[in-house]
């Protein structure tokens, strides 16, 4: 019940293309839906998160697509360029941070 | 940079020696927490101080002190640490437990 399920593992995605992270979860008691991003040798970073009262929230080329129905949310990143590649952690909250296992974005030239 | 800062950046101890970690931060943060991260894993949650008081410790060995002398700072102190203790070791803070987790960029700790 307090897991995350994360996937792909990793994803290659052409340089402009759309690259799209899914995450599921079973607590519906969950308050708070972030991702995270981690470059190598940095610590994770907030890239954009959710409440479970929204079913989209946009920042720049980062979309949150939040299904509360069907316990699911996914990142959406557009145009993807080289310099987004990196480690994505999807994440719940109920009093602590529950993580994803993770997906590394390779994006190619 | 981030706002959260932690020292030192990399550590190399034996099994034997005593170290510490320090963690840094000034947003008037009330929450600080201490994560444990392997290669290709998420973070995992050892210790989280809530207003100066240790509020969660996560069955985490006791060759591993958590310390809170102030609002803004935590230590972690390291003693007789075993070889699978190497990992990036990662302060954060948020505003109370429910906020959001701001991250320092970690100590690289190897221990020989």
């Known amino acids: 019940q307090q897991q995350v399920k994360q996937s792909p593992q990793s994803l290659i995605v052409q340089k402009g293309g759309i690259s799209i992270i899914n995450c599921a979860y079973e607590?519906?008691?969950?308050?708070?839906f972030p991702w995270y991003q981690q470059f190598p040798g940095k610590g994770p970073a907030l890239l954009i998160a959710i409440r479970p009262d929204v079913s989209e929230k946009k920042e720049g080329r980062f979309t949150i697509s939040f299904n509360k129905s069907a316990k699911q949310f996914s990142l959406h990143i557009m145009d993807s360029q080289p310099g987004d590649s990196a480690t994505y952690f999807c994440a719940a909250t109920l009093y602590q941070l529950i993580w994803g296992a993770g997906t590394k974005l390779i994006i190619k030239p | 940079d981030t706002e959260v800062t932690q020292t030192p950046k990399h550590l190399v101890m034996g099994m034997t020696n005593k170290k510490s970690l320090k963690c840094e931060q000034h947003m008037g943060h009330r929450a600080m927490y201490w994560y444990k991260q392997k290669a290709k894993k998420p973070p995992e949650l050892m210790f989280v101080y809530s207003y100066e008081k240790l509020s969660i410790n996560e069955s985490v060995p006791s060759r591993f002190s958590p310390e809170c002398p102030n609002s803004s700072l935590l230590n972690l102190h390291l003693h007789a640490l075993q070889p699978e203790d190497s990992a990036l070791y990662l302060c954060a803070s948020s505003q109370d437990r429910t906020g959001q987790h701001h991250f320092g960029n970690g100590t690289r700790l190897t221990v020989t």
């Open positions: 607590n519906t008691a969950f308050d708070y």
